[in-house]
Structure formats: structure tokens, C-alpha cells
């Protein structure tokens, strides 16, 4: 495959913290992501998901705690220096441009030269299946297929980790369900690393390898689907994943 991520063995967030104001949004979060891990941060509006995403993309500074990629801390990084791949639920494209501009942007930025640009891209239009659609403009394609520019966009650049949040709640119920099942296989195609946001339990429960269960800015809970269902830490933990009557 030309599109090669960068490997690495794990993320470890130790005790990041992060204020707004008098607000604790997130307090002394632990967590340790594997390579190759599908990981869901799963949780109710405003427990946290958002905050803890950016913090690890870049795009919000942390108040406390560091975060590693292997033995280099990444938290004092710019987000381009950090270079992690972000999808997020408004799709984020350039209007003006086409598919395969908006698919190839980070890699003009980066100054690649156009050969290398060219391959890459053609490789992440055959993985997210939009071949034939690359002289489109965003606003001619399907929420389902602007996704799918915004997935291709994120991995082009070879990112060691993939970032996604809530990318499927602007979609209507049957797109989401085939979108779910494409993220889950470009995810197993590329062997990717991957941390996903949403407040769906399903979602969760059905594309992750494991989920951490965040409430009030707090890790509650953090296990494999079995484990969450097997032994809730918590009785909210089982109210919230529906495994309670
Ligand atoms: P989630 O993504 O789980 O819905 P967020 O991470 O967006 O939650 O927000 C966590 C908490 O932090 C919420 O109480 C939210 O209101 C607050 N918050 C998030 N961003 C900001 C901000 N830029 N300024 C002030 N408060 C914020
Ligand atoms: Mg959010």
C-alpha cells in the first residue's frame, strides 16, 4: 500500500487535566491507546469527549498532565507537529475545492511533491470507494460521501493516530449505519489507530475494541464491550450503556 501510517506502540494520556475558568472539564484522565486499537470515548453531552479529542489533537492546550507517543511528549507540540488526522461531524471541507483538492490539501501544505501527492490520493479515493467523484465540489456530494472526503483527507497524510468526532451524527439513520461499517473496515485496511467520540451506545458497542466511559470530565470505566456488559464499574455506567431495565 502507498499510504503507509506511521507506527508507533501506544498514546498514553497521564493525568491530563483541562480548566475553563472555574470549569474542571476534564480531570487527571489516564489512558493508554495501543497501536492498531479501535478506541470509543463514549459519554453524554458535555462529560468531556470534544475537550479530551482536542486536547490530544493539538487544537486545545492542556492545563495538566502530558501526553506521550511512545517515549516523545506530544502535548507541547503544534497540532501540525503532532500531525494526527482529524474528522470531525461538520466535515470541515474547502468548499472551492474539489475532491481531490480537498484530499491532497495537507499534502501540498507539507510540500510534497506532486508525483507522491497524486499516488497518495489516488490510494485514498479507492480506500473510501469515491473513484469518479474526484472532480466534484463538497457541496455536489451526499453527507455520506462529504465524510468520505473528510476520512480520505485525514489518513492521506499518514497520520500514526486518526481522530473522529461524532463524524456520523449529521448522517440520517441508514447512512450512518453503512458509514459505521466503512469506518470500521478502512480502519482494519489500513491498520490504523483510531479514537472515536460519540454519545451512542450502539455505535460504541459495535466498532470498538474497547470504550472508555467518560462522565463529568472523568474516566469512569474502561473496558471492552464484554467487560463493560460483564461488570459495569458502575451503576450509571449500566444505566447509561442501556444494560439495566
Ligand atoms: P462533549 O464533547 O462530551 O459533549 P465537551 O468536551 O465539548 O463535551 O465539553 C465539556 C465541558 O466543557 C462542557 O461543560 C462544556 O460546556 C465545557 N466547554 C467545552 N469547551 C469550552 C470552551 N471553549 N469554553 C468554556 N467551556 C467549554
Ligand atoms: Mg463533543
Redesign the pocket.
Known sequence: MTIALSQFDEVRLDRVSRD??A?N?LRDVSLTIRRREFIALL??????????L?CIAGLLPVTGGAIWLDKSRVDTLRPEERGFGMVFQNYALFPHLNVRQNIGFGLKMRGKPKAEIDRKVDEALNLVRLRGQENKLPGQLSGGQQQRVAIARAIVIEPPLVLM?EPLSNLDAKLRLEMRAEIRRIHNELGATTIY?T?DQDEALSLADRIVV?RD?VVRQVGTPKELYDAPAHLDVADFMGFRN
Open positions: 475553563f475558568g470549569l472539564a459519554g453524554p453531552s458535555g462529560c468531556g469527549k470534544s475537550t479530551t482536542n468526532d467520540v454519545h467518560l470530565g
